[in-house]
């Protein structure tokens, strides 16, 4: 299936799963979380665009969609308040971020380190994932058991991806055809600077990895709530976007810390525009059912 994974460049990588190292944050360490922040977070050799909005509540930290910036988030932050510390940040070549030599996924998961370093992240944060941003949300959950709250998936890491040559082939098409309009759809968080087949080749990762993801999804220890769309998608159509969200049904019933909490009438695309609500909702009861030994 040839999805968007709208709002993750170049071929992947072979790095390994890191955190960051000290002088990778030089200059990006602040003393004070009540503050509101905004600014640049080193990391291997980019920089990310980083905004924290202080606060003494809970910290939500929330992952992109494959090519989104931050600034699809702000529904789901005005509908949550001050009540909670909102953390979000633009992947690389997304956003406000520079550009890298590694657009891998593994690269993205050191990212999430490296953010919640810099910012001095010492609670147990909720992650929340909007389509390739949950895929990243739930690996970095089952490689570091108990150190957050719980994920909110949103519309993604369900384990349904497409995959094979021809599968490969598809989507590097449906990019190249897109090729005139990425540059168009940067400026409005929808595209990376990064060229057709690169944006196609962070595709290709993805719809590998959700593919597997179901072992993944297995071993999460922590709570994984998911708010899916019903509509069609970018590159999937109705029935084949039925079958990606219906093949998360085994999953939920051999996990049961993983659970949908709604499923919306928004598509893929439009779902943190149009159901917010749901998705803030989702945090609510994260932190709701949180153990008390979860509560910092």
Request: net charge positive; with cysteine; glycine share 8%.
């Amino acid at each position: 299936m040839t999805r968007a994974h709208t709002g993750n460049v170049g071929p992947a990588s072979k790095s390994t799963h890191a955190a960051p190292t000290r002088s990778t944050l030089m200059n990006t360490v602040t003393t004070s979380t009540t503050s509101a922040w905004t600014g640049m977070v080193t990391v291997d050799d980019t920089a990310l665009a980083v905004t924290d909005t202080g606060g003494t509540g809970r910290t939500v930290v929330y992952l992109n969609g494959a090519y989104a910036d931050q600034s699809h988030w702000r529904p789901v932050i005005d509908e949550l308040g001050t009540g909670f510390r909102h953390i979000t940040f633009d992947e690389r070549a997304r956003g406000k971020s520079k550009t890298s030599a590694d657009y891998s996924f593994e690269a993205c998961v050191r990212d999430v380190d490296a953010v919640l370093a810099a910012r001095g992240v010492t609670d147990r944060p909720i992650l929340v994932g909007w389509s390739y941003g949950a895929t990243t949300a739930v690996h970095w959950a089952e490689r570091n058991p108990g150190r957050t709250v719980g994920v909110v998936c949103v519309d993604g890491a369900m384990p349904y991806g497409l995959t094979g040559e021809e599968g490969r082939e598809r989507i590097r098409k449906l990019f190249r055809r897109m090729r005139f309009v990425l540059p168009l759809t940067r400026p409005f968080g929808m595209a990376a600077r990064m060229s057709a087949d690169e944006h196609a080749e962070v595709n290709i990762e993805i719809n590998e990895l959700v593919a597997a993801i179901a072992p993944v999804l297995d071993r999460v220890a922590d709570p994984v709530r998911y708010v899916l769309a019903t509509g069609a998608n970018l590159g999937g159509g109705q029935e084949e976007m039925e079958a990606v969200r219906a093949s998360l049904d085994p999953v939920l019933a051999r996990n049961p810390n993983i659970t949908v909490s709604a499923k919306v009438p928004s598509n893929h695309s439009k779902i943190l525009r149009k159901d917010f609500r749901a998705v803030a909702e989702a945090v609510r009861e994260t932190v709701a059912r949180a153990p008390r030994s979860a509560e910092r």
